[in-house]
């Protein structure tokens, strides 16, 4: 659960008929795509955008995922991803995740993911830009 | 444009960072997923489930995709994709589409596919279930 | 069939868990990613490189896409994906398209796909560099 | 690193353009899909195969996803998924991984997974079938 201390962001959507496989439900690795947007949607609720951030010449890379995968998610499901800062350095972001069934408050998946903020150009690391900091921590 | 003389369902999201590529754009398979999606949104619209159909024992295999990209989207973006009925018999359908940034309002994609019904266990052409045949047209 | 007057590329792979759906087939959708990879193949049968073409600013925009589907795959088939070209110009280029089940012959789908030379900084319709499309052609 | 006293798989492939995102460079996503395949190419590798293992009515479902981004990967590179099983009881199985670049041989991911088996149809924990726990691990 987000802790109680801090900001955290939900999205809701349906399950798309493409996430699915031949098991009949929503494949692993498209949880993964969940999270991403609902980083997304979690700058987009703190006032701020993620395409901004890129725009000053930095990005976030994944370098670390832990995905437990509690209960399945069906084709026209309608789920809820939560997302929240865990811990937030001048370089390091850790998010920590949440995905429920939104109708049946079913807990589906918890998940962590760690990045580091890099030089779009260069590739090496940077510091996170200190306006785009305050903004996602407030 | 949809007819004027018929249902038309629009359905509105951001574009997601996965379904970019390369190009720094939305690579142009991700507007086929969309645009399955806009179905399903048709059926919800039509206060039916694309799910529920399946659960009847058929389905509907595209057999057809006409795709015309006219202008291109990224990240972040919003995008309405507007699909209708073009044709609806009884073991075929048509829908058509077009696909708008939905700030802008710049048309990014016109398409339409077609559609057999076929029986789920076998894999024969089928019926479309009268009632659903109603749902869907009305 | 490709005509018998020019260069063909066929690539075979096997069907990934995560390209078929809930129909326990191939999401139609997929193919076109396939098609993709097999003019990427098609540039390497000509010991040439897509990666080096964009390194030189431009790049080959998708502008339509046809696609008839005949028959379904499912995980775990090897197909062939075979492409050549329809056509060239001195900004487009169209290439033709046939998907085969490479254990059994059965032709899943056919299809076309026109693109157009862009400029990757402007967008604008740009020349396809004579080198590459000598390269393409022979 | 696999461990040295047991079968390890590798499968090389070109990365698809599709797989790439904004950031010029694969989404993590993917990777999660390329070790997916790497699964049924190591089940291959033993005169199996995975889909033979669905009909007989179970599934390996994914319960744990655990993945180090070290460096990353680009439309056209070649990489090569490497998998062995960690750990196989009764009713679970551990596979790790390594993905390299297979032409310069730089690691990009080191990544585990854990799975457990299911009834396809009821969706309970079951033993995996004998048979196949022996072609597995031999």
């Known amino acids: 659960m987000p802790p109680a201390d801090r900001f955290a962001n939900s999205t809701e959507f349906y399950v798309r008929y493409v996430e699915t496989d031949a098991m009949r439900i929503v494949n692993h690795a498209h ?31 994944v370098v670390e995922l832990n995905v437990n995968y509690k209960s399945s ?42 990045h580091v903020c890099i030089n779009l150009e260069t590739g090496a690391a940077a510091v996170i830009p200190e306006r785009w900091r305050t903004a996602m921590a407030k």
Chains 1, 2, 3, 4 share one sequence.
């Open 31 to 61: 949880y993964i795509s969940w999270m991403e947007e609902s980083r997304s949607e979690y700058a987009r609720g703190r006032g701020s955008d993620y395409a901004a951030f890129e725009r000053e010449g930095v990005a976030l890379a």
């Open 73 to 114: 998610a069906r084709y026209g499901d309608r789920v809820r991803v939560t997302c929240w800062i865990e811990e937030l350095k001048s370089r390091l972001m850790k998010f920590g995740y949440e995905i429920h069934n939104a109708t049946t408050g079913v807990l589906l998946v918890t998940a962590t993911t760690r």
